[in-house]
């Protein structure tokens, strides 16, 4: 089965601080997502990429960048933490027709 | 623009009885339907995956069709029991070249022992 790792389960940052998020995957999928989710709000895309040193921008991307240096890491970086950016961010690969292997999901709070 | 609705929000079911959830989109070029469980504060697990050219996927008590023509899909789940008490959402995978998922809100439900 596909792993999908997600560094940490629950973080808490200080408004203004820089924040990795780091995702890993064990089958050398193509492609990677990165999720927020909020109550009433549901899942949205981020950012995504189709391959090492490739990104493209979800639905909401402001105050998000990422990172993809190897295929099986895709970091998502918070340039400056803001309260509103408290959420549950969720990871995600795939490859070619199969469907989306998610990870368990790294809940942050901004403070 | 293709989007995905999930309706009820919440379901309370007995335990022991057969359900279905329902899950329609507005757009039928799609390329795929996920089935997603998710327990409160976790990940989503993949529960069931249609191609578009499938009429039905099953999975131990898990039974997910497809029909693209009327935008819909139901995810019926045989004999419930407390541990599927979960939120389940239905995504659906567009034919173009974003490779978007559309997600729709879920359904939380509760099994009543």
């Known amino acids: 089965d596909v792993k999908v790792t997600q560094s940490s389960r629950y973080l808490v940052k200080r408004t203004g601080e820089k924040v990795f998020l780091e995702c890993v995957q064990d089958?050398?999928?193509?492609?990677m997502f990165w999720y927020r989710q909020d109550p009433g709000l549901g899942l949205r895309l981020i950012y995504f990429?189709?391959?090492?040193?490739?990104?493209e921008k979800g639905d909401i991307p402001e105050g998000y960048s990422v990172s993809r240096e190897k295929k099986e890491r895709f970091s998502l970086i918070l340039e400056s933490a803001s309260t509103n950016q408290t959420s549950m961010y969720l990871c995600?690969?795939?490859?070619?027709?199969?469907?989306?292997?998610f990870g368990s999901g790294t809940r942050l709070t901004v403070v | 623009k293709q989007e995905v609705t999930q309706i009820p929000a919440a379901l309370s079911v007995p335990e022991g009885e057969n359900l279905v959830l329902n899950c329609s989109f507005t757009d039928s070029a799609i390329y795929n339907l996920q089935w997603f469980r998710q327990d409160p504060g976790k990940g989503l697990t993949s529960l069931l995956l249609i191609q578009s050219s499938q009429r039905e996927q099953t999975s131990g008590r898990l039974n997910a069709s497809l029909d693209k023509s009327s935008g819909r899909s139901t995810l019926y789940i045989a004999a419930s029991q407390p541990g599927d008490s979960a939120t389940y959402l239905c995504a659906v995978r567009r034919v173009n070249r974003d490779d978007k998922i559309i997600f729709g809100k879920g359904t939380r439900l509760h099994i009543l022992p």
């Open positions: 990429s189709y391959d090492v040193k490739m990104k």
């Open positions: 995600a690969s795939r490859t070619g027709g199969r469907g989306y292997t």
């Open positions: 089958m050398d999928h193509e492609n």
